[in-house]
Nanobody, 117 residues
Framework: QVQLVESGGGLVQAGGSLRLSCTPS????????MGWYRQGPGMQRELVAT???????TYANSVRDRFTISRDNANNTMYLQMNRLKPEDTAVYYC???????????WGQGTQVTVSS
C-alpha cells in the first residue's frame, strides 16, 4: 500500500497560480508513472498530466502551456504548477501513483482547487 499526501489546493482568482504537491510514502523512484487527475462538479475524473520514470511529461490539451508537472527526486515529491487558472479548472485534484508491479496503482485523497471569475 502506498499513501499519497497532497497539498497546495485552495481558492484563487482567475488568472492566478497554485502549486500542488504530492509526496508518496515510498521512494518516488519506485513509480513507473505519476500523474494528476481532476474531477469537476458533475464530471468524470479526467487526466490532467503525467510524468513517467522514462519519457517526458504528457498533458491534457485543456491545460497544455498553462500547467507544468515535475518530479523532485531529492524531496521525493511530485508537483503541478498551475498558471493562468480559469474557472473551468475548478475541481478536486487527485495524485496518482503507478508502480511497476501489476495492480500497483494508488490515489491520493484529493485537494480542492477553486477558481473564481
Amino acid at each position: 500500500q502506498v499513501q499519497l499526501v497532497e497539498s497546495g489546493g485552495g481558492l484563487v482568482q482567475a488568472g492566478g497560480s497554485l502549486r500542488l504537491s504530492c509526496t508518496p510514502s515510498v521512494s518516488i523512484f519506485t513509480a513507473k508513472v505519476m500523474g494528476w487527475y481532476r474531477q469537476g462538479p458533475g464530471m468524470q475524473r479526467e487526466l490532467v498530466a503525467t510524468i513517467a520514470d522514462f519519457g517526458g511529461p504528457t498533458y491534457a490539451n485543456s491545460v497544455r502551456d498553462r500547467f507544468t508537472i515535475s518530479r523532485d527526486n531529492a524531496n521525493n515529491t511530485m508537483y503541478l504548477q498551475m498558471n493562468r487558472l480559469k474557472p473551468e479548472d475548478t475541481a478536486v485534484y487527485y495524485c496518482n501513483f503507478e508502480g511497476y508491479l501489476k495492480g500497483h496503482n494508488f490515489w491520493g485523497q484529493g485537494t480542492q482547487v477553486t477558481v473564481s471569475s
